[in-house]
């Protein structure tokens, strides 16, 4: 190939590196400015849309054992159960827990 041709490649990967350098550069200044600080926020958010999933899945489990609610056990029910899942859930935290 001629010197030409490389001294053109070369150029065009001078280009392309610089811009990838600056495009990352840009998405460090963006997310240490718009999304850095909202973190605690969303991960809060994360956090209460799990528990109204796991409170609904309880109600939902306790409603196929035909406890209803407002019924006698209904809330030992929801106790029970939430006690089983947390059982569960440190059992599989320990688990991958080096």
């Given at each position: 190939?001629?010197?030409k041709i490389w001294e053109i490649a070369g150029r065009v990967h001078t280009n392309i590196e610089t811009a990838l350098w600056a495009m990352l550069f840009a998405f460090v200044i963006y997310f240490i400015t718009f999304i850095l600080p909202k973190l605690p926020e969303i991960q809060a958010?994360?956090?209460?849309?799990?528990?109204?999933?796991?409170?609904?899945?309880n109600a939902s489990l306790c409603n196929?054992?035909?406890?209803?609610?407002?019924?006698?056990?209904?809330?030992?029910?929801?106790?029970?159960?939430g006690e089983f899942?947390?059982?569960?859930?440190?059992?599989?935290?320990d688990e991958t827990t080096w």
């Open positions: 190939m001629s010197p958010q994360n956090a209460r849309v799990r528990v109204e999933e796991i409170g609904a899945e196929k054992l035909s406890i209803k609610p407002g019924a006698d056990g209904y809330n030992q029910c929801l106790l029970d159960v899942r947390w059982k569960v859930e440190k059992r599989a935290y």
